[in-house]
């Protein structure tokens, strides 16, 4: 996949007019290169995303996504 097949057949049509119509909604990309070319985040510009660290090897995607949504609804995480 190419960062410009990316951008053109699923960020544009796809992503972008879902997370309009979804606010607050948050965007988790992987480390796969074509997400993380600068194409791909120009794009994303006006969606939120996970901050860099969720894309941590180090850091389980899951966990981040718990913290994040625990910390959005006011629950305090362990």
């Known amino acids: 996949m190419t960062k410009q097949w990316y951008v053109h ?3 544009l ?3 972008l007019p879902l997370m309009q119509w979804l606010p607050g ?3 988790q990309q992987d480390n796969a290169w074509p997400y993380t070319r600068r194409v791909s985040k120009g794009c994303l510009n006006t969606v939120t ?3 860099w660290l969720a894309c941590s ?3 389980s995607p899951i ?5 994040h949504l625990g910390w959005r609804i006011g629950h305090p995480t362990i």
């Not at 966990?63 to 913290?67: A, D, Q, S």
């Open 9 to 11: 057949d699923i960020l």
């Open 25 to 27: 909604a948050i965007f």
């Open 49 to 51: 995303t996970l901050p």
């Open 13 to 15: 049509p796809h992503v």
């Open 63 to 67: 966990e981040h996504i718990w913290h």
């Open 57 to 59: 090897l180090d850091l």
